[in-house]
């Protein structure tokens, strides 16, 4: 049996056909309450292509059955293709197959940090440095930790424009910081941090750092030896793949010496009742039956998004937030959060006199799906003193027709809301 996944006809090499790439995501061809389907939530999941499609299925249909447990014919197809997808994974972030851990995702991953090198390492008097712009899983896991070795958590502050504010992060890193977590991409704002200088700054100092790389993954080029990080996590399920899939990479020497997170099944080597020897890692921190078919997926995911390009990718939507970004300044009693000279294609906004849910279900109803709320980002809507904002996140398979048509519904709504 052929467990590899033909990658898409687009090549690389010239710009892409991003129509005919379109074609491959079947929901967006599909209609909500009676209009053209416009999806501007792939910051909170992305779109899945057939390819990705058809490997799931094609795994339940033609091989199910477990990993790493079985001599017989099916158990070695899907290890063949799990273990491929972790070799694609690596391909991708530019490291080696046996520093990523595959989990079910970003929060997974930093709680995995968390508890297995944090938790042993710190203690009273310690310092864990965090951003204003990271998501509630880049904030809660420290703040868990802290209480329990009585380490503190100090906040790196951003500028007017919603980047950081490097100097402060730089003055932020003294002697008794120990850890520093950063987002790559904000989910909120767009930002794209310049993680390279940050972590080159905190080895410097002797600072451990973890890079939350769920948003850059879907638009961004990735290669961790040159960002230098201690840690950095992935989430599958915003880069294409099926949800419940992530990665947490780690540099080897820190996996090694980590004590395992979850204890059962596939993480051994040996068990009795006097003791237990632990696996290797990646294997020692992947407790029981993995999301087989999820993984297997987003091997596939990388597949496609390497065949579009992520030079492409990022260029093309480039361009759609640049199209969105002043289509909406343009717009009357709109307040745009985050403006930074480095952004992904993501534009969180107020619409004054609207509140953001009820914005986003008057436009939900002219086929336009945008997140609103919080975002799992409480600090960062303090500080700009708002209690909910509606955040509109494209990816490359959404067009510059699609952007004329929010614009109209936005229109819309404002003249039903008087």
């Known amino acids: 049996m052929n467990l590899s996944t033909p990658r898409p006809a687009h090549g690389s090499a010239q710009a892409p056909d991003w129509e005919r790439i379109r074609a491959d995501f079947p929901l967006l061809m599909r209609e909500v309450n009676g209009k053209p389907l416009v999806y501007f939530d792939s910051a909170n999941t992305g779109q899945k ?3 990705v499609i058809a490997a799931v299925d094609e795994f339940y249909r033609r091989y199910n059955a477990n990993v790493s447990r079985a001599v017989h014919a099916l158990g070695s197809e899907a290890t063949d293709a799990y273990e491929g997808a972790r070799a694609k994974l690596a391909r991708f972030l530019n490291v080696r197959a046996n520093e990523l851990v595959l989990c079910s995702g970003t929060t997974f991953a930093i709680n995995l940090v968390a508890y297995s090198w944090a938790l042993p390492q710190l203690k009273a008097g310690d310092v864990i440095l965090v951003s204003r712009m990271e998501h509630h899983a880049n904030i809660v896991p420290w703040q868990l930790v802290a209480q329990r070795t009585g380490a503190t958590l100090r906040v790196a502050e951003i500028t007017a424009d919603g980047a950081l504010d490097m100097d402060a992060l730089y003055a932020a890193m003294t002697p008794d910081v120990k850890l520093l977590a950063v987002t790559h991409v904000s989910n909120v704002l767009g930002t794209i941090n310049p993680v390279r200088e940050i972590c080159r700054e905190a080895r410097k100092r002797g600072i451990i750092t973890v890079v939350d790389g769920s948003q850059a993954a879907p638009h961004l080029k990735i290669d961790i030896p040159a960002i230098g990080c201690d840690f950095y996590a992935i989430t599958g399920h915003k880069m294409c793949g099926p949800t419940g899939t992530g990665v947490l990479w780690g540099r080897r020497e820190h996996l090694q010496a980590m004590p395992p997170f979850l204890g059962g099944g596939e993480m051994i080597r040996e068990v009795s009742f006097e003791g237990t020897v ?31 390009g992520l030079e492409h990718i990022h260029r093309h939507e480039g361009e759609l937030l640049a199209h969105f970004t002043e289509e909406l300044q343009r717009f009357d009693g709109v307040r745009i959060f985050g403006t930074a000279s480095h952004k992904a294609a993501v534009v969180s906004f107020q619409l004054e006199g609207a509140h953001a849910h009820d914005l986003a279900t008057l436009l939900d109803l002219e086929g336009v799906a945008v997140r609103s709320g919080q975002h799992c980002a409480h600090p960062l809507l303090q500080h700009y003193g708002v209690a909910a904002i509606c955040r509109a996140s494209l990816a490359f398979y959404n067009t510059h027709e699609e952007i004329e048509q929010f614009m109209a519904a936005l229109k819309k709504v404002r003249t039903l809301l008087g």
């Open 278 to 308: 632990f696996n290797d890692a990646p294997h020692r921190f992947e407790a029981g039956t993995p999301n087989i078919s999820g993984f297997i997926g987003l091997g596939v995911a990388v597949d496609y998004l390497e065949s579009v």
């Open 49 to 51: 292509p057939l390819a």
